[in-house]
């Protein structure tokens, strides 16, 4: 039963190939992922037609009319809906791998994506360039706003869905678009070129990583260094627009000196997962020791219980070490989404299990608190408290959940995180598979083929069923222990009780059968989370956590007449759990023994999980609930 | 000795005529004043200079050339400056009223306010129009930005240093162009008129006002009314540029509907101030019974200890009720100037005291924290805490002094606050004189003069002496008993104890002969303040207060070797005093028996005044310390 370090040979969120590989088939996040096939990827189109997005690229078809909307980068909504149809082609959740797998849905899914990927071939230009702002608003100004123009951004949101459709799909036409633009700005970028400067927003590191994968061609690998390498250096310094300073766009120090994330969440963040993807695919061991320290900075400082990044309404940024307040918690929904592919981008560069623990935090809580539960309403930030007199203003930065957004950037990220969520399930080696994160479904990886089924997060128990292994040698089958849990059982084919051999990860080597089974149960027992004292905005509180969820205080469901600014939570008060199958399509509640302040009689605290929050009528809510 | 209410008759921060009525000779004011005039104040014209001020003036003279600054209301610097230096004109602080009372020093300001006033009058277009931004860089687009254009703001400095200058000095020339410009916005807005209007950022109404109190012409009260009860009609929800909601700009409810302060501090707090004004003038009940409800939910829910206010730095604006977090309390120094400018028109306007306790808390704190101890160095934001992990940033937010900034409104406001401050400490009403602040100084008002000397706010004894009073008739003096003093005594001229008879006020009416003298004896026992329990940011700890100043931890003064996070502070912590009249030019510390976090040794730790923090090398600051 020995066994050695896990070395994952996978490549970040497009892990497994062929798209097919890891199938999510029931429980949690298929409920989930249904309601995005079924009500957030179909209203996609019209969105984004409503929103003018589409008729920009029809006005660039035509070179000539007006552009729609606030930003630049409006094209880039269109670029991640169909990287988020592109996975979503790929799913067969019904089927076992024996059916055609592509119901109605899939074909008027593939039809708009084939209407869409038309339209931005009428857009492109002659040269490969595709990016509506400069085409209708800015002619002749291409390159020449770096730090606000985002136009290597929207090239790698392109680059990305081009890659995702191609990985999909098998067809070529729009990874052929993607490419003839790679290629134009392959032939301008460069310390020797015409143009040697990095994107205000990067994006283009990570897509330039994927595309090399895909391709297996060389340029795109050495591009992707040089943006990656080129950042830090002050190629941003001088510019046009406003100017917050060169740590907002992580111009200030090179990657692989830095030693905390900085600036623009999103910005760093997406910045690091491609960084990472070098790293993963060059061994540079100065590069890879950059972005470990990186992370520790960022999961011991400036991480959210939730698992939300970026403290600051201001610049959309990183605050300081400790400095995590949860009422103005930015934690915009489009950085926790960064922060799960750069997350799952290091499990798979150093097989250590936390990265994969940040992951299924951020993508139980500040992640998945984004999207409303009916699939159609949004939150852009994810607060981690509203007031009872909460004084709401509106506009993409409100705490209510409204059908888009001015700045659309999130939504569509959405769509296409739970589209390919399968990807970040499981990782394979040479010795075998590991599950990351647990979900009902048949994961591929690592010569093997296994079937998990769970009720997870709502029950511990993860039931793995070894469909396929090699026949004749050992196999090693590796589970994620979260960081949180107090305690677990696992009980292997023979009987035997495996034990976390490494830290973090339960290992089972052996001779694998089809059929065999091995069965852990996780304790999820509900806990009252004490902050760190550094963390300023949260002191005198406690949290209720219950497995991987961070759970919350709704004014709704808490007892009439209480105010809810006076509700207080000893840190040995006695929790309950009961599942609602009725509430909020069914979450598992935890009841604590609450006081109101200055009070000595019980009151019932009723505390659901974070991630469905706002979806009631508008009111009150905590996480960190005062102790007094 | 019984008294009625005090109605005081003064008109806002030109309350006392002449503006030599009052006059600051001695003790803390004097010490922070003198340096307002020999560093601040002086090297004004050269800031001017460098930062382009001056230069376009110039230009607009010339009519050509292009705008310098990165702002439309550049010149608002120019005008502030203007009305310190007028102010300062005024002043005669080492004058006992007998001799000329302006030294070399004078003379040398009073030729560069004539050198200023001059550039003024260059760049005055035909029509009385003056704003070097829309003549250099926008030509024929006047008051067609109206959100972000600041025309009508710059005007309202202009016309305040017009004011000053006239009621300081006697003269006209400044007066006059403050009125030709004023007569050109009467001929152009209101409702029947060309512009029917306000302005993005208030200020206009109150110097209307200040000019209608100057010029006894009720059109300027009238001008005054129309933008007071225009705004929050939504004339400002269409327009250019970047929209931050109608709240921002008070621009969602009128005045007289609104029941907090909401949006841009400044702006918010400015047109307050104006609609004081007009209150007081008007006697409008309505409008009075408005800004009180606003008043008291800014100073109930809104305030920050040191009178700081501002608790977003998005925006610069105020937060939701009891949002107050010490780490990124934005607390502009102007809100706090604006902050005192209201407060005092509220107390002239009703005569209660808790309007000039709440003035007394900013300028011993959060206003005087704005300028550093060498007069030449500055603060924009106030926050009460800086981490010891502090990532600096730079730029008009920084947490350190710098010599001046690129939206460079702080610094004269700072400096035309201190050199109007003798008009703030006292009132007077048909009954007698209120002393509302204590600075050693001579105050004549309501019908006599006094002399007050006084060791404030490092003492809390506080002599008065009557100079001049009433030969044959009753007089009231009244003194402001501070909120924050648990006890006090008095001692008055027929060994007579007088009490506080109205809450607040200490008033002692009787026939008072010159050389009678009433001595008070405020309490300035050292204490720990606990927070609101609402206010979630500071949960948990307590701050040191000692007479009307906040405290503060700096690194500096703490014990080598415990780190500054780990200390905490019992709320029933043994405080002493100490005065160092060789520390930070001379403060009184406080001390107090703290520990490090889990230990059970004491810790002292060493408090000086908040207002004196950030005068040292950078380090780690804290108003509100961990209980735990």
Chains 1, 2 share one sequence.
Not at 194 to 213: F, K, N, Q, S, W
Not at 491 to 510: F, I, K, N, Q
Not at 571 to 595: M, N, Q, S, Y
């Amino acid at each position: 039963m020995s066994t050695g370090p896990i070395r994952p040979t996978g490549r970040a969120y497009t892990a497994l190939r062929p798209a097919s590989a890891a199938r999510i088939t029931g429980g949690f996040w298929a409920a989930r992922r249904r309601t995005n096939a079924e009500v957030s990827i179909p209203q996609g189109p019209a969105r984004l037609e409503a929103a003018g997005n589409l008729a920009n690229l029809r006005a660039a078809a035509d070179g000539k009319g007006t552009f729609t909307g606030d930003y630049p980068f409006q094209d880039s909504d269109v670029h991640k809906w169909l990287e988020a149809a592109s996975w979503q082609l790929a799913d067969r959740p019904e089927d076992d791998g024996e059916g055609e797998g592509e119901g109605e849905g899939g074909t008027e899914l593939a039809s708009h994506v084939d209407e869409l990927i038309a339209l931005l071939a009428g857009a492109q230009e002659a040269d490969g360039y595709l990016q509506t702002y400069y085409r209708l608003a800015r002619p002749e100004q291409r390159w020449q706003d770096l730090r606000w123009g985002h136009e290597l951004y929207c090239a790698g949101h392109l680059l990305q869905a081009a890659v995702a459709h191609h990985r999909a799909t098998g067809q070529y036409e729009l990874l052929a678009i993607g490419v003839r633009f790679a290629v134009l700005i392959d032939t301008l970028f460069g310390q020797d070129r015409a143009i040697d400067g990095v994107c205000g927003h990067p994006e283009i590191e990570t897509a330039l990583m994927e595309l090399y994968r895909e391709t297996e061609e060389q340029r795109w690998l050495d591009l992707a260094a040089y943006f990656v390498e080129r950042r830090g250096q002050g190629l941003l310094s001088e510019g046009a627009g406003r100017d917050p300073g060169a740590g907002y766009w992580q111009d200030h120090i090179p990657v692989r000196e830095a030693t905390t994330v900085t600036g623009h969440a999103v910005r760093q963040l997406y910045l690091l997962a491609g960084a990472t993807d070098l790293a993963v695919e060059t061994g540079d061991a100065g590069l890879r020791a950059a972005l470990e320290r990186i992370w520790a900075a960022m999961a011991g400082t400036k991480t959210y219980l939730t698992g939300g990044l970026g403290a600051r309404y201001d610049w959309e940024s990183f605050g300081n070490p400790y400095e995590l307040p949860p009422d103005r918690a930015y934690a915009e929904t489009c950085a926790a989404i960064a922060s799960v592919q750069w997350s799952w981008r290091m499990a798979l560069l150093t097989g250590d299990a936390k990265y994969s623990d940040l992951v299924e935090r951020t993508l139980f809580n500040g992640f998945l608190s984004g999207v409303g539960l009916d699939g159609d309403s949004w939150l852009y930030v994810n607060p981690l408290q509203v007031r009872e007199a909460h004084e709401e203003f509106g506009g993409d930065d409100s705490v209510r959940r409204t059908p888009w957004f001015r700045c659309a950037c999130c939504p569509p990220n959405v769509m296409r995180l739970l589209a390919s969520l399968p990807h970040y399930m499981v990782s394979g080696d040479a010795e075998g598979l590991q599950l990351h994160q647990y979900a009902t479904g048949v994961y591929e990886a690592g010569g093997g083929r296994v079937r998990v089924e769970t009720d997870y997060p709502w029950r511990g128990r993860i039931a793995v069923t070894v469909e396929a292994a090699p026949a004749d040698a050992d196999w090693t089958l590796s589970l994620r222990i979260p960081s949180w849990c107090p305690d677990f059982t696992a009980t292997a084919p023979d009987g035997d009780s495996p034990a976390e051999t490494v830290p973090g990860w339960l290992r089972l080597r052996r001779r694998w059968h089809p059929g065999d089974s091995l069965t852990v149960d996780l304790d999820l027992s509900p806990r009252l989370t004490r902050p760190d004292p550094r963390v300023d905005g949260v002191r005198g509180c406690v949290a209720i956590e219950h497995g991987p969820l961070v759970h919350c205080l709704e004014g709704e469901d808490q007892r009439a007449g209480v105010p809810f600014e006076e509700l207080t939570l000893p840190h040995d008060a006695h929790l309950t759990v009961r599942h609602e199958p009725e509430l909020l399509g069914g979450v598992t509640v935890v009841t604590a023994d609450g006081r109101s302040r200055g009070g000595a009689d019980v009151v019932p605290l009723t505390a659901v999980p974070y991630h469905v929050w706002a979806n009631r009528r508008p009111g009150p809510m905590r996480v960190w609930i005062p102790r007094e």
